[in-house]
């Protein structure tokens, strides 16, 4: 059974700063990666999908690395800013297509 | 296109009463998923389907749980009789099978009393 966890569990940092969000996963029999951003009381917003064939997949100040051996990902978030403040989850997806979340990286961005 | 659709938002219900979810996926897509979120668990997937079939229900805590999908375009949770305990906030999520990307809705929160 696929078990995923987040490193650190919360964060604050100040705004500017680069930050790393840790994510490592026990089955490295994966399909593929995707990093979710949830919001306090919200939904569930995919912000990355890295295939199980890709290395690293960016998108604006966001950029997501895979190391799907060592069962490893990292989100890579540059120059934050306070609207980056949310909960971050990582989930691989199972051949099947069924996601295994973490527990997330509670990321509080202070002005 | 107006996203996955879930109703109601909120619901909240006394234990015993049975309390039925709903889910519009994303038009064309054929993969729908229903997880649970609490503070305990965090996020599980319940059920999914591909192509209005049932896949995998092993997530479904136990019979009082039951989940359809009649056609395409809609599917129901249902739990009869609620208890406490289910009280969470209920996702569903639908993609393509070639696209990979799940998509989620608002969620439903559900406070059984």
């Known amino acids: 059974k696929q078990e995923v966890t987040q490193i650190p569990a919360a964060l604050s940092v100040p705004e500017g700063e680069n930050l790393v969000l840790n994510c490592s996963f026990t089955d490295s029999a994966i399909y593929n990666l995707q990093w979710f951003r949830q919001d306090p009381g919200k939904g569930l917003t995919s912000l990355l999908l890295?295939?199980?064939?890709?290395r690293e997949q960016t998108s604006g100040r966001l950029n997501a690395s895979l190391d799907k051996s060592s069962g490893r990902s990292t989100l890579y978030i540059a120059a934050s800013q306070p609207g980056d403040s949310a909960t971050y989850l990582c989930a691989p997806t199972g051949s099947a297509r069924q996601l295994t979340f973490g527990s997330g990286t509670q990321l509080t961005v202070l002005p | 296109d107006a996203g996955v659709i879930q109703s109601p938002r909120h619901e909240v219900t006394e234990m015993g009463q049975e309390v039925t979810l709903r889910c519009k996926p994303i038009?064309?897509?054929?993969?729908l998923f229903w997880y649970r979120q609490t503070m305990m668990r965090g996020l599980e997937l319940l059920i999914y389907f591909n192509n209005n079939v049932p896949i995998d229900d092993s997530g479904m805590p136990e019979d009082r749980f039951s989940a359809k999908m009649p056609n395409a375009s809609f599917s129901t949770l249902k739990i009869q009789p609620s208890e406490p305990r289910d009280s969470a906030v209920y996702f569903c999520a639908s993609t393509l099978g070639t696209e990979e990307t799940q998509y989620f809705g608002p969620g439903t929160r559900l406070l059984v009393l």
């Open positions: 890295i295939q199980s064939s890709q």
């Open positions: 038009s064309g897509h054929d993969y």
